[in-house]
């Protein structure tokens, strides 16, 4: 792939939380309308690189730019205007907010209308979101805070699509999540990407990432140590053994 | 019976006067975590150029809407270039506006002077009623009791019931979502601040019609609004609405049935809350 053609490309960034040092040179790219994975176990750096895309915890070095312009120095909301949309870890969705409150907050006129619209993609409104998870149009006037697990992961999502972001970025959409369900998310994966949306998704969850990736990068202690196609992945025992830990045998 | 009820009176007025003081303080901390001090010498130095106005005008109204632009002005100065450099360590910001509180108090004391001063009001609110029962009471303090409700309920279907309310909301849950979601929260902060600013200095007028304005005012008021947030909960708007309610009734009461121990009567309540529920009625865990 091209640099030019990148939608999202990351290079060489150096994160850290205070003194601790969590990501030590990361690159990576991300063509428009793709899906791609970032596996790793806990304490790996997923969520800190997640973080310092969307500005949260900006890099202390190197370069992220996307759709061609520089995203560093950027404060979150002007990342987010840009056309990024985040589905963070553990949801954080408005626990306070009705679930009506939470999908339209992103626009409100607080959160600013210079998006452009990308005819590629698919034009998200609340009665698309709705359709889509018709489990929420039934709870429309309830807290966030009361919605299930399962429901609360269809709030965040719809609730990045109501910005109408060219990238998503997904911080384990599976946690916590059944069987049944993790299905689901797979399957309104492979939806967005249909309707044009380009996911950055960072998972634990192997068989998740496997079905879903055009192309998956491993991180380990804050670097990666392998950038491949899920088929490539499959037939690297080392890797999967020692940075994922599982066996090869187990993952087919 | 006629001290009960008209002292039942006097702390619900004094509970709408909280009111405009401590849902101010309530939100800006609710949605930045600032803890800002000054708010009780916002309200003097509101309720003083309050004053200023209502003697060179005449005009009472025109002095409650000039108390409270001026304190706008003034708690955004503060805002901008005094908390937001120093970021969100608590103790900082304590300090710091305790220190911008004693600057607003000598300043006043330097224009004003140390005397007790009262801002007159409107002809139409002087005088008294007359209850049931042949119960004579100021009309002032009804007309209070009135703008207090007033303002609760515009505040409440503001927070509730509109868009820009639901942001702010959202900011009490999650500031940093907010900002991800791609609004900018300090650009908020500077409006729902100054509406919190506009609500002090307008409490300042109102205030300085019934109590007395001076030097020290301001201390007395910013305790009786801390406790009513503490009480009611941080970040809580019903909490800003019921403990100030409290808290004027308490104080009422307690000023009348043991002045001597009126303070207690405000504490040990407070005190005895905090045991069983620590982050007050309506508050939620930070």
Request: hydrophobic content about 50%; charged content about 15%.
């Amino acid at each position: 792939m091209a640099t030019s053609e990148a939608l999202l490309a990351v290079r060489e960034i150096h994160t850290y939380y205070g003194d601790s040092y969590v990501l030590n040179g990361l690159s990576l790219e991300l063509a428009a309308g793709r899906i791609v994975v970032i596996l790793g176990r806990n304490g790996m750096g997923k969520t800190t690189l997640i973080r310092s895309i969307a500005g949260l915890t900006p890099p202390r070095r190197g370069e992220v730019t996307f759709a061609g312009q520089s995203l560093i120095g950027k404060p979150p909301y002007a990342i987010a205007q840009s056309g990024i949309a985040i589905v963070p870890q553990g949801r954080r969705i408005f626990k306070s907010l009705t679930v009506r409150e939470n999908l339209t907050l992103p626009t409100s006129a607080l959160a600013g209308r210079q998006r452009a619209r990308h005819d590629s993609r698919k034009h998200w409104d609340l009665a698309g979101v709705l359709a889509e998870f018709p489990q929420l149009a039934e709870r429309m006037d309830n807290t966030g805070g009361a919605l299930s697990g399962g429901e609360q992961q269809m709030l965040a999502i719809g609730r990045a699509l109501m910005a109408n972001p060219a990238l998503i970025l997904m911080d384990e959409p599976s946690e916590g999540l059944s069987p049944k369900l993790v299905q689901k998310v797979e399957e309104i994966m492979h939806g967005l990407r249909a309707h044009g949306h380009s996911i950055l998704l960072v998972e634990q969850n192997l068989a998740l990432a496997m079905a879903v990736a055009d192309s998956i990068y491993v991180i380990s202690s804050g670097q990666f140590v392998f950038h491949g196609t899920p088929d490539e992945l499959s037939r690297n025992a080392g890797i999967l053994d020692s940075h994922l830990g599982v066996s090869a045998a187990r993952s087919h | 019976m006629r001290s009960v009820i008209l002292q039942a009176i006097n702390g619900i007025s004094l509970g709408a006067l909280l009111f405009l003081l401590s849902s101010g303080f309530t939100l800006t901390f609710g949605l930045m975590r600032v803890v800002n001090m000054a708010y009780g010498a916002y309200y003097l130095l509101g309720g003083y150029i309050g004053l200023t106005i209502a003697r060179a005008t005449g005009s009472f109204e025109l002095a409650i809407v000039g108390g409270g632009l001026a304190v706008v002005v003034l708690g955004y100065g503060v805002d901008r270039f005094l908390i937001r450099p120093i970021g969100s360590n608590h103790l900082a910001q304590v300090l710091l506006t305790v220190g911008v509180a004693f600057v607003i108090g000598e300043v006043c004391l330097a224009i004003w002077g140390g005397d007790n001063l009262k801002i007159p009001t409107s002809a139409y609110l002087r005088g008294s009623i007359v209850l049931p029962g042949e119960l004579y009471y100021p009309k002032y303090r009804f007309a209070l009791i009135l703008f207090g409700i007033f303002a609760a309920i515009s505040l409440w279907l503001l927070y509730h019931k509109t868009q820009i309310g639901a942001v702010v909301r959202a900011g009490v849950d999650d500031r940093e979502m907010v900002n991800a979601t791609g609004i900018n929260v300090d650009r908020l902060f500077v409006l729902v601040s100054a509406l919190a600013s506009f609500f002090a200095g307008v409490a300042g007028v109102v205030g300085g019609a019934f109590l007395t304005l001076n030097p020290g005012a301001e201390w007395d008021i910013l305790v009786l609004a801390l406790v009513v947030v503490i009480i009611g909960g941080l970040g809580s708007l019903e909490g800003a609405i019921l403990g100030s309610v409290i808290v004027g009734l308490l104080d009422a009461y307690g000023r009348w049935l043991l002045p001597e121990f009126s303070y207690f009567v405000l504490f040990g309540p407070m005190a005895v809350l905090l045991l069983f529920r620590v982050t007050g009625i309506f508050g939620k865990e930070h």
